[in-house]
Nanobody, 124 residues
Framework: VQLRESGGSSVQAGGSLGLSCAVS?????????LAWFRQAPGKNREGVAL?????KVRFMDSLKGRIAISRDMNTLYLRMNTLAPEDTAVYYC????????????????????WGQGTQVIVAA
């Protein structure tokens, strides 16, 4: 499994941003989860959104209504709207095999595969 994020940049507060994660090695399995996590400076990593092989999704409660997660056969996407400075973080793509959206992976962050991260900076 390989994951490679792209799309991070500096944006103004109130703006929107789309992130992409090129995914390989996951699709051959019958069940899997793909997720976005983020880590702000000095803070713990937190789950942003997760999608499973049945396209069931989970979102961070505080971000509901501002984010969307989707995927096609090669790529995982995250769309974020109405960005705020507190959204500044390194955003990571992660994957787990043999997973569905009801599992604990989103809450614990204990997925096996991770990308290198992409930086998002939101200026006030």
């Amino acid at each position: 499994v390989q994951l490679r994020e792209s799309g991070g940049s500096s944006v103004q507060a109130g703006g929107s941003l789309g992130l992409s994660c090129a995914v390989s090695g996951v699709w051959e399995y019958n069940s899997w989860c793909l997720a976005w996590f983020r880590q702000a400076p000095g803070k713990n990593r937190e789950g942003v959104a997760l999608i499973d092989y049945n396209d069931k999704v989970r979102f961070m409660d505080s971000l509901k209504g501002r984010i969307a997660i989707s995927r096609d056969m090669n790529t995982l996407y995250l769309r974020m709207n109405t960005l705020a400075p507190e959204d500044t973080a390194v955003y990571y793509c992660a994957a787990e095999i043999g997973c569905d959206y009801t599992g604990s992976y989103f809450d614990t962050g204990k997925l096996e595969y991770w990308g290198q991260g992409t930086q998002v900076i939101v200026a006030a």
